[in-house]
């Protein structure tokens, strides 16, 4: 049965939502369109872009592709819930300093994948980072400055932990 | 408008004097903040009251004829609103693509679409549409729609669409042919004429090379909101590039009075030019018409690729007459650009890519032929570079085989060539601030070619070698003088002395918007977050012509200094009542006017707006100011690329080392946003030269590739170090002193990255891009056979 309905509850953003869903339905698809949280982008729907990336217990995951009854447990961050009470955290605040944001609409995607990224390594090498970064296009920047916004948030990062 | 223009110009002088408080700093673009939050509302994010979905049933057919539609399925899925097709449509003719509402010259935007027309012309045409009250029952009705096709012949392939005889694509076509349009052909000689001085140069060379047709690959989806409301009115939402054409566009295809459409853009996902011509507005339109409902039509991104518009495909042929020192007697470039199923822009691009054949290099003879042609195929349309692109891989890959044959360093027989600045070029114009030859010179420099070039040619065996390349390449600054350009821009002050401009420019992405608040800012002594820039709305802003033909900065530039310049001077007027002092007595800092010799005697821009509005010296009055800007300037920007990378020879595989550009763009106002298009210009010039191609089946006429997976854009780890360069001085018709950079950004990558790769395969000739791993494995192979049978020769 493609149309079943089924009750899920999904951690997003560290609270717990009670949601009616598809059983086909994707996690970006119930993000933006049950939820109304936008900041997760569509950019292809078939797992190329990474536009629509989101942490799934802290690995950056393309949500277009993810069926959103498998998440229950899991822990979902998304662009929305990355700031820092309400203010852009220090890898949000990079990207804007570096200058790496034209249009913007990679942009979710990419700090999702940045974040993921620098917790596992703090402080990669260039090449790391744009290996960590290649399943995410970006049609604007060439990637040169966001790069340079990633390298930017590893000292600024690393700053405030030591 | 003479005296304006030194007027501004003179005003500008006094703050450059003074020295510049926010033009040429690096502020990051105004719109980052929201971006990194997440928070900012892109057309797709948009929800409406009451919003119900659009889909489009999209041709299977490269070219048919609707013989009947059966929407009777369709119409019953409970859910559907609307169903609009051929059979229940207005047919009024339009051109998506076209500029002035006047615009007749069937030259340059004939009118060949309608909202569904009676044949189908590509796999990918519009047949019908549907609104529903879900994205997915909406998908479902269009499955159901029953459409009876009788096929026809088709001219899919550019090869067969150029040939005389073959299937007409387009009933448009000339003369039964599939040219659209005419030919453009012009030149400072006649054609025979130049063609016989080039049969008898000392040298003579000829070149035919090929460009494919390429996607914008902007990230965000193809997505229109249309909303039709009692009252008549038509509200259209588009991620788009030039809302005043759209309007003009919409409400002829819609048989609507102007006052009756109102198109607003929203935040741009990116746009390339891929958003600059109305697309499926008119279809989202006519479902909200029909449904009564506002109405959202996001295509997904397989209909992106299929259903919007590409950059033209080409084939060019460039022939060249020299004398034995390298000096160009006579030139003379041929050039089919394929069009698609629709005029669209292939016409003007023609007409555009014309103008760079004599703005770039100089010849006694030079002369430009040029057609675009109708194919059953997607239509193509503006792209960043707009015939660009095409004409300089073309021709700068064709130089370089001249100075390999004539053994001249690629650098000299440009630097022997090009324009000079002040100088005429071979029309006749005047070349401005045309520093072309310092680019190059200081590339050479920079990128230390001499070594560079020749280390990599000594190294050239083994599996990897290195190549290094260069080329050239010319922007124009908006239209003049082909047609008018102008912009409007208001200014209006707030009580408490902050402002808000308007503006119908169209920021894509590109900073725009905080290159105007730089601008007024300096104009106005104020700081650029304290100016609201409100962009693009047609009930609201004034008229501007678009995000096109590179003109944003430098004619929106010009109008926003004039309507800054006017608004200071009543500042100033108030001021000087109020303080009672002559305004040659004034100073302006940081929105404070005080005497120069005491500042103690000052009023702020509070007090001004107050006392104007209080009428207390002369009638109560708004502060506002509203200039219209008219460019009566045609200039041009410039850049020279260096680039050195490596082939695989085994695999055909390159890997781009670095890119150098060094442009010259005059004054960069702004040099973070100024280098995020660079990088990204270079970026969508590697795919082209490299990797990117819309492939289409000559059979069916599908698109082989329509996805991110298959169509292959350059990623992260794939893109070389970018070292930016530029030389900076000043023209003087721009916006303290600035030209464009958007288009010029792309339009010499590719030649580069050819003549590099070539270079690295020892001057074996390229005659197409993108280079393929398999298209330069083939070229390798040739190219080993050929040397072994000339070895053998040799041994005999
Ligand atoms: S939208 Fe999910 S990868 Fe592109
Ligand atoms: S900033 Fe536009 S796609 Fe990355």
Sequence with gaps: MDNEILFVELNINGELKYLHINKKWTLLHVLREVLNMTGTKYGCGTNDCGACRVLINGEAKNSCVIPAKNLEGKEIITIEGLQDNGSLN????????????????????????????????????????????????????????????????????????? | MSDRYTDIKNLEKSFRDKGLKYVGKRIFNRESEMKAAGETIYIDDMRIKGMIYGKILFSPHAHAKIIKIDTKKAEALPGVHAVIHYFNSP????????????DSSPMDMPRTEYIFDETVKYVGDRVAAVS?????????????????????????????????????????GKDGSNICGEWLAYGNATEEET???????????????????????YMEPVCHIADYTREGKLTIWSSCQNVFCFRDVIARALELSQ?????????????????????????????????RRPVKLLLNRKETFISTRSRHEAILTVSTGLNRDGKILAQHVESRLNTGAYAGAGPNTVGAQSEKMFVLYNGDKMFYRGASFYSNTPPAGAMRGYGSPQIHAARETHMDRIAVALGIDPVELRKLNVVLPYKNNSLGNNMHNALIKECIETGEKEFNWAKRRKNAGENQSGRYRRGVGMDIAVHGNGWFPVYQDLSTVTIKMNNDGTAVLLTG??????????????????????????????????????L?????????????????????????????????AILKLDDSELIIKDRIISSRNDPQISCSYTEIVASAQAGKYGVQRDLTATESFESVNSVDSYVAVFTELEVDINTGKVRVIEVLPVHNSGKVINPLLFEGQVNGGVHMGLGYALSEEMLIDSETGRIKNPSFGKYKMFRADQMPKITIRTVESPEEAGPFGAKSIGECATDGVAGAIVNAVSHALGNVKLDRIPLTEEYLKSVIIAKVAADIVIEENECE
């Design chain 1, 90 to 162: 220090t890898i949000q605040k990079s990207f804007v300093d570096a200058g790496a944001i034209q249009c913007g609409f990679c942009t979710p995607g990419m700090i999702i994948s940045t974040s993921a990224l620098l917790k596992k390594n703090p402080r990669p090498s260039e090449n790391e980072i744009r290996e960590g970064l290649k399943d995410n296009l970006c049609r604007c920047t060439g990637y040169v400055k966001i790069v340079e916004a990633v390298k930017l948030s590893s000292v600024r990062l690393e700053g405030s932990i030591g």
């Design chain 2, 505 to 542: 420019t169209h920021d894509l992405g590109t900073g725009s918007r905080t290159i105007f608040s730089q601008i007024a800012g300096e104009v106005l002594d104020m700081s650029p977050d304290l100016i609201e820039i409100i962009e693009a709305d047609t009930d609201i802003t004034p």
């Design chain 2, 544 to 576: 501007d012509l678009g995000a096109q033909a590179s003109r944003t900065t430098y004619i929106g530039g010009n109008a926003t200094i004039l309507a800054a310049a006017n608004l200071r001077t009543q500042l100033l007027k108030e001021a000087s």
């Design chain 2, 132 to 172: 529903a009250d879900t994205q997915k029952i909406a998908e479902q009705a269009v499955k159901l729609i029953e459409v009876e096709y009788q096929d026809l012949p088709s001219s899919i392939d550019f090869n067969k669409a150029v040939v005389n005889g073959s299937p007409q694509a387009n009933p448009n």
């Design chain 2, 91 to 102: 047919h009024v003719v339009y051109n998506g693509a076209a500029r002035f509402y006047m």
């Design chain 2, 195 to 217: 063609k016989e001085s080039i049969e008898s140069a000392e040298f003579t060379f000829k070149d035919t090379f090929r460009t494919p047709r390429v996607h914008h690959g």
């Design chain 2, 259 to 291: 006052s009756k459409v109102r198109v607003i853009k929203t935040v741009s996902g990116g746009a390339f030019g891929g958003k600059l011509e109305v697309m499926h507005e008119v279809v989202a339109g006519l479902l909200s018409m029909r449904s």
